[in-house]
């Protein structure tokens, strides 16, 4: 079966799941292919002879730039044509670059490659949350997109454990290889397995009305989002949960191997279990709790993630001054634990706050901010100080870089407080939750 539209608003609950399971696999692969640059810094950077700023603009700002430029144009697409065909373009396109990162034999041939990682990606989210946002009615959205959001500490922990091992073994090339062309195969199977669901049918039963008005102009579309208030502060708290976060995920197996004199091999086994698991739990659980509290008070979609970076900052500095690495893990597990309580909630809010027709080109724009500020700046932020402070620390600069990331989170939980002022006054939020 293709994806074919689904000729009602109502699916079946085992096929729902079986839809967002597989997103979620996608996403994997997605996150998985973004993120193995971080966990092949080090020998990159050996053998390629690169400094941190471009490690930095590698692992972001390369990824990130054309990832954003060419997300909102997509999402525009998609709100008009089938979202399953564009994303499994999108996964094939994406997955055959991973691969070609394999072949570069300097920093300008490995970056025209990550920029189209980052142009085939760009397909790969918001089509997702328009179609997830399709099967899973407003009241049980939040569970459905954290599921989805599964994908990224997945990905990251199997790039981490299959990219470390295939490149301690084999050379970080092949790493690339073994990444990357399977997602040709993922590709042809989405198809398959995914329908397109009609567009909207789910909010319009739970109105009481038969149909929601067709997707506007691009322009529109645009204007009204920085025209709402909600939207503009949680993708703004998201844009800085993401700098934050991407600049330790980017980071951290270089900070391991560097400081803690951690081996490669060992980051592929206990670092990857640390960072997946609780990623897991965190990302999950964001989206378990808000879809609860929410019923209570809409502003827990932004306190909860307030809290959780809140409760980070001892953890992380626990990471930065521990005495070796099995300490510094022990410390990163709350971390990566809350940072990744912010998406599913963001995402929620975007989904449930702006009309059906809205939806996909809304989630690019969060994502268009989320992934500039975040992976764009991020990663080249602590890259920079970390060359900055490399002639008096020696690879010890990488401590002070990574330190920098403090008055960061201090900002991430003001944005996350102002958001839920907004939240708590949005009236379509209100009908909806």
């Given at each position: 079966m293709t994806a074919a539209a689904a000729p009602g608003a109502r699916t079946s609950t085992g096929y729902r799941y079986v839809v967002v399971w597989f997103l979620a696999i996608v996403y994997t692969f997605n996150f998985m292919d973004r993120q193995i640059m971080s966990i092949l810094a080090e020998p990159i950077r050996k053998d390629l002879g690169l400094s941190d700023t471009q490690l930095g603009m590698l692992t972001g700002l390369a990824f990130a730039a054309f990832y954003t430029t060419f997300g909102i144009p997509v999402a525009w697409l998609a709100d008009r044509a089938r979202r399953v065909w564009i994303m499994a373009a999108a996964c094939g396109i994406w997955s055959v670059f991973t691969a070609a990162c394999g072949l570069a034999t300097n920093f300008t041939q490995l970056a025209l490659a990550r920029v189209f990682v980052g142009v085939g990606e760009a397909g790969g989210s918001?089509?997702?949350?328009?179609?997830?946002?399709?099967?899973?009615?407003?009241?049980?959205?939040?569970?459905?997109?954290?599921?989805?959001?599964?994908?990224?500490?997945?990905?990251?922990?199997?790039?981490?454990?299959?990219?470390?091992?295939?490149?301690?073994?084999?050379?970080?090339?092949?790493?690339?290889?073994?990444?990357?062309?399977?997602?040709?195969?993922?590709?042809?199977?989405?198809?398959?397995?995914?329908?397109?669901?009609?567009?909207?049918?789910?909010?319009?039963?739970?109105?009481?009305?038969?149909a929601h008005p067709p997707s506007p102009p691009i322009g529109a579309a645009i204007a009204s989002f920085f025209a709402n208030r909600t939207l503009v502060l949680t993708a703004i708290s998201s844009g800085l949960s993401a700098f934050v976060g991407y600049a330790m995920l980017s980071w951290n197996p270089a900070f391991l191997i560097r400081v803690k004199e951690?081996?490669?091999?060992?980051?592929?086994?206990?670092?990857?279990?640390?960072?997946?698991?609780?990623?897991?739990?965190?990302?999950?659980?964001?989206?378990?709790?808000?879809?609860?509290?929410?019923?209570?008070?809409?502003?827990?979609?932004?306190?909860?993630?307030?809290?959780?970076?809140?409760?980070?900052?001892?953890?992380?500095?626990?990471?930065?001054?521990?005495?070796?690495?099995?300490?510094?893990?022990?410390?990163?597990?709350?971390?990566?634990?809350?940072?990744?309580?912010?998406?599913?909630?963001?995402?929620?809010?975007?989904?449930?706050?702006?009309?059906?027709?809205?939806?996909?080109?809304?989630?690019?724009?969060?994502?268009?901010?989320?992934?500039?500020?975040?992976?764009?700046?991020?990663?080249?932020?602590?890259?920079?100080?970390?060359?900055?402070?490399?002639?008096?620390?020696?690879?010890?600069?990488?401590?002070?870089?990574?330190?920098?990331?403090?008055?960061?989170?201090?900002?991430?939980?003001?944005?996350?407080?102002?958001?839920?002022?907004?939240?708590?006054?949005?009236?379509?939020?209100?009908?909806?939750?």
């Open positions: 918001p089509p997702s949350y328009s179609l997830i946002s399709d099967y899973f009615p407003p009241k049980e959205r939040g569970t459905g997109l954290a599921i989805y959001s599964l994908g990224v500490p997945a990905g990251s922990m199997v790039g981490s454990a299959l990219g470390g091992w295939v490149a301690a073994n084999h050379g970080w090339r092949m790493a690339f290889f073994v990444v990357g062309l399977p997602g040709v195969l993922l590709a042809l199977l989405l198809l398959v397995v995914v329908r397109e669901p009609k567009r909207g049918g789910l909010d319009a039963l739970a109105a009481g009305h038969a951690m081996s490669l091999k060992d980051v592929a086994v206990y670092y990857s279990l640390v960072m997946g698991i609780t990623g897991m739990i965190g990302t999950f659980g964001a989206g378990f709790i808000v879809d609860r509290l929410g019923q209570i008070d809409r502003r827990w979609y932004a306190w909860v993630p307030a809290i959780a970076f809140t409760l980070s900052v001892p953890f992380f500095a626990g990471f930065l001054l521990a005495p070796n690495w099995r300490v510094a893990l022990a410390f990163l597990a709350v971390p990566a634990l809350m940072n990744n309580m912010y998406l599913a909630p963001a995402i929620t809010v975007i989904q449930n706050a702006v009309a059906p027709a809205q939806r996909t080109v809304s989630s690019a724009i969060l994502l268009f901010i989320l992934n500039l500020v975040g992976l764009g700046g991020g990663p080249v932020f602590v890259g920079m100080i970390s060359d900055h402070a490399k002639p008096q620390y020696g690879e010890h600069s990488l401590l002070i870089g990574l330190a920098a990331l403090f008055p960061m989170i201090a900002l991430t939980v003001g944005a996350h407080l102002a958001a839920s002022l907004s939240i708590g006054r949005d009236k379509r939020l209100a009908d909806a939750l």
